[in-house]
């Protein structure tokens, strides 16, 4: 897992001073709003069960769809 929510927080913040360019990054995300620290951790464990035993050298991107539109 690459997350730094450290970081991930400080961008948010300096985002939400910006209500025009939020709105902008937000229409970008298949979503229609940012991800949280537990949709990571869902990711965490799946990759960590049992159902994702086969699953190995993959780079799992937790971001709502936002690469599709970037």
């Known amino acids: 897992?690459?997350?730094r929510m450290d970081?991930?927080?400080h961008i948010l913040n300096a985002i939400d001073q910006d209500k025009e360019r939020k709105q902008k990054?937000?229409?970008r995300i298949a979503m229609d709003h940012f991800g949280k620290p537990e949709d990571i951790g869902h990711a965490?464990?799946?990759l960590s069960s049992?159902?994702?035993r086969y699953i190995t050298g993959v780079i799992l991107p937790v971001d709502g769809g936002a690469a599709v539109n970037f």
């Open 25 to 27: 990054i937000i229409s």
């Open 1 to 3: 897992m690459c997350a």
């Open 44 to 46: 965490a464990v799946f």
């Open 50 to 52: 049992e159902a994702a």
């Open 7 to 9: 970081r991930i927080q």
